[in-house]
């Protein structure tokens, strides 16, 4: 796919057409896992589902506290495909970071660590209620039962009680596409809006 084609799409319209055309080769790799795109593209399409029937809509901004692992990934496209905004930062994010970055992006849920379900409790109990979605780093290697827990839907079960019928809201190229938050050194951190544009550009950079 050339440049002219990438910046016509959103960031889910451009990765959904790859993965079409690779559906046998390897998306991702983890943990010596290897994910398909055909996996791949079943995975965005089933959590985009599951967040409409969160009631997540175009423009709403989900808080995403994870490291580097498969879910982030289908996050940030599934989140895309239905016209919402992820805004990643740092799993390790003290708990007046978390209460800053829910507030300036007006978050209603949260992806989440399993591990770090206390804290959030704590900083749910300033910003008032969220829907908590949490997940471990070997949720996409192994199937394990999770207790039920207050305010929570685990990841497994996010992908049972999807909606049937979605509504898909494709971005525009400039429309933002990610949240990001500055280091702050001058101050408290700023949050930085990157473009369906932005990364597109950038993924065709690093194809290249």
Same mark, same amino acid.
């Given at each position: ?18 993965? *079409? ?36 809509? *175009? ?150």
């Amino acid at each position: 796919m050339n440049y002219d084609e990438f910046e016509a799409l959103s960031i889910s319209e451009a990765v959904l057409s790859v993965a *079409k055309e690779n559906l046998k080769n390897t998306a991702i790799t983890y943990m010596n896992k290897k994910i398909s795109y055909k996996t791949f593209l079943q995975k965005i399409k089933n959590l985009s589902l599951a967040f409409f029937s969160l009631k997540v809509k *175009k423009g709403d901004v989900v808080l995403v506290a994870l490291p580097n692992i498969p879910q982030a990934v289908y996050i940030l496209y599934a989140l895309n495909r239905i016209g919402a905004v992820p805004a990643f930062v740092s799993p390790l994010s003290a708990e007046a970071e978390l209460e800053l970055y829910i507030k300036k992006c007006k978050s209603s849920i949260i992806v989440a660590l399993d591990e770090h379900y206390e804290k959030l409790l704590r900083v749910m109990a300033k910003t008032g209620d969220k829907t908590l979605i949490l997940t471990s780093a070997f949720d996409e290697i192994i199937f394990t039962a999770k207790k039920s827990l207050p305010k929570v839907v685990h990841w497994n079960a996010l992908f049972k009680n999807k909606s049937e019928n979605i509504y898909i809201s494709p971005l525009k190229p400039k429309d933002t596409a990610v949240i990001l938050f500055s280091g702050g050194t001058t101050g408290t951190p700023k949050a930085v809006e990157l473009t369906n544009l932005n990364l597109n550009a950038l993924a065709l950079g690093t194809e290249s």
